[in-house]
């Protein structure tokens, strides 16, 4: 029994301009996606979250133990310390 022959048709052979067309556009796209896809994110909206403000004790003269801690209905923090 003698081998048979096998043959290969290629429905479309890429030729070197196609191929650098379609790496154009691709690096096209990349760089408009890193461009433009941060400016249109936004960090979470501050509605919700906490101000905080941190101060040292230098600033007015904290002593070294705080006594008692209140908040009043307006949401002020009141702290007692030396």
């Given at each position: 029994?003698?081998?048979?022959?096998?043959?290969?048709?290629?429905?479309?052979?890429?030729?070197?301009?196609?191929?650098?067309?379609?790496?154009?556009?691709?690096?096209?796209?990349?760089?408009?996606?890193?461009?433009?896809?941060?400016?249109?994110?936004?960090a979470?909206?501050?509605?919700g979250?906490?101000?905080?403000t941190?101060y040292?004790?230098?600033?007015?003269?904290?002593?070294?133990?705080?006594?008692?801690?209140?908040?009043?209905?307006?949401g002020?923090?009141?702290?007692?310390?030396?």
């Open positions: 029994m003698l081998p048979q022959q096998v043959e290969f048709h290629y429905l479309h052979e890429p030729n070197i301009l196609s191929c650098v067309k379609s790496a154009i556009k691709n690096l096209f796209l990349f760089i408009l996606m890193v461009c433009f896809l941060p400016s249109a994110t936004k979470q909206d501050p509605i979250v906490p101000q905080v941190s040292r004790g230098l600033d007015y003269g904290a002593g070294t133990q705080n006594w008692g801690i209140a908040q009043d209905h307006n002020i923090m009141y702290i007692a310390n030396n």
